[in-house]
Every structure is written in C-alpha cells, then in structure tokens.
C-alpha cells in the first residue's frame, strides 16, 4: 500500500518561513489532485491549497500570497513553500493524493509559529 511522509515541519517564529515535502512510498498513477490541509488544536480540517493533475491550483484565501504549492513528479512528491508565517497558521498539516480510486492522507507534521 503507498503511504504518503510528510516532511519539513517545526518551530518558527512569526514572519519566518518553512518548506514542507510529501513523498509518496511509491509511483501512484491517476492522480487527479494533490493538496495540503492542516488541522489546528479544537477546528476542523480545512483545505490550504491544491495542486490539480492539470497543474491548477487553488489556494485558502488565508494563505494566498504566502504559500505555494509545487510538485516533481519525478519524485512523486509535493511541496509546501510557506512565507511569513503566522501564529495562526500553527497546526498539523497533512498532505493528500487523490486518484481516480481513492484518496491517500499521509500522518500529519506540526508546524508551530511562534509571536
């Protein structure tokens, strides 16, 4: 079964950045969409940006601007380029693929911004 490792999280102080990284175990055909969503402590899950197969993104008006989402397909991983961050933008954040049969969630890493 493919499993998906997310990299790249940790502490940082407010206006500081972080770039998080994806890999996928293995080549994952049909992919449709890749994306990252976080969590914070007591809210739901949401979407922070989305990477279409078609190479269109969407991104979480709360992160426009400062996050960009990138992938190399060659490594069959995503990246998260996050600029100025901000106390808010603290959460565990979780990368997924989405394919024609199902959608894969890799564990989460923490990403704590500190003011």
């Known amino acids: 079964q493919v499993q998906l490792v997310e990299s790249g999280g940790g502490l940082v102080q407010a206006g500081g950045s972080l770039r998080l990284s994806c890999a996928a175990s293995?080549?994952?055909?049909?992919?449709?969409?890749m994306g990252w969503n976080r969590q914070a402590r007591g809210k739901q899950r949401e979407l922070v940006a989305q990477?279409?197969?078609?190479?269109?993104?969407n991104y979480a008006d709360f992160v426009k601007g400062r996050f960009t989402i990138s992938r190399d397909n060659a490594k069959n991983t995503v990246y998260l380029q996050m600029n100025d961050l901000k106390p808010e933008d603290t959460a565990v954040y979780y990368c997924?693929?989405?394919?024609?049969?199902?959608?894969?969630w890799g564990q989460g890493t923490q990403v704590t911004v500190s003011s």
């Open positions: 293995a080549s994952i055909f049909s992919i449709i969409a």
């Open positions: 997924n693929f989405i394919t024609t049969l199902n959608g894969i």
């Open positions: 990477l279409t197969s078609g190479g269109r993104t």
